[in-house]
């Protein structure tokens, strides 16, 4: 048996640029606590599956070095706006169960292109998501690991919830503490309460 989630998640990154139907928190939901994520982490936290304290190091398309939860995806699609509808969707999915989302489906949709080293291959990438946390869909061509160069391209949204600046002196394949509000910090709000 499920019990009631008694706080509302903010995804941040895929909603804000696809307002129509997809609101924002009013400021007095904020000022009730309303605990702010990406959609990875509202993904993470109503699968029931239990969040990542530690990564992997790797390095970003932007060269530097970045602390990744270990097994991570993207999904990938054959076009923009597959990528961009699929997302859109998976937000309308968590607001239905009553998750609040501000990310936007434009800044998590990128092009295979940015990440050359990666092989992606030409198709469309969506957020990176936690181990485990895949949603079922028809547009979703694939789902590809994150390989160092696949993700964190210059111009690109860096998922902070999901993705950690690494520690001074890190080098590519060692683990390391993830700071982004899943491990030891709980700044996201999932620190304690998402169980699996």
């Known amino acids: ?3 009631a989630r008694s706080t509302r998640l903010t995804l941040s990154g895929i909603a804000a640029g696809q307002r ?5 928190p009013s400021r007095a939901a904020v000022q ?3 605990a702010v994520a990406s959609i990875a982490g509202a993904v993470l936290a109503l699968s029931g599956c239990a969040p990542t304290d530690e990564g992997i190091v790797l390095e970003g398309a932007d060269g530097e070095k970045y602390v990744v939860p270990q097994n991570a995806e993207r999904p990938m699609y054959d076009s923009k706006e597959d990528c961009i509808a699929d997302v859109t969707e998976q937000i309308a999915v968590l607001q239905r169960q009553g998750e609040d989302i501000v990310d936007t489906p434009e800044e998590l949709c990128e092009p295979s292109s940015r990440y050359p080293t990666a092989h992606y291959s030409g198709l469309w ?16 061509s694939g789902w590809a690991p994150v390989p ?5 391209a210059p111009g690109s949204k860096i ?4 993705v950690s600046p690494a520690p001074a ?8 503490p993830l700071k982004g509000g899943f491990g030891g910090s709980g700044k996201s709000g999932f620190g304690s309460s998402a169980g699996g």
């Open 148 to 152: 160092s160069g696949g993700f964190a």
């Open 169 to 176: 002196g890190a080098k590519a394949g060692d683990r390391a």
């Open 20 to 24: 129509a139907g997809l609101a924002r």
């Open 32 to 34: 009730r606590g309303v």
């Open 1 to 3: 048996m499920k019990s």
């Open 125 to 140: 990438l969506g957020p990176l998501l936690f181990a485990g946390s895949r949603w079922a869909s028809p547009r979703v």
């Open 159 to 162: 998922q902070s919830d999901v």
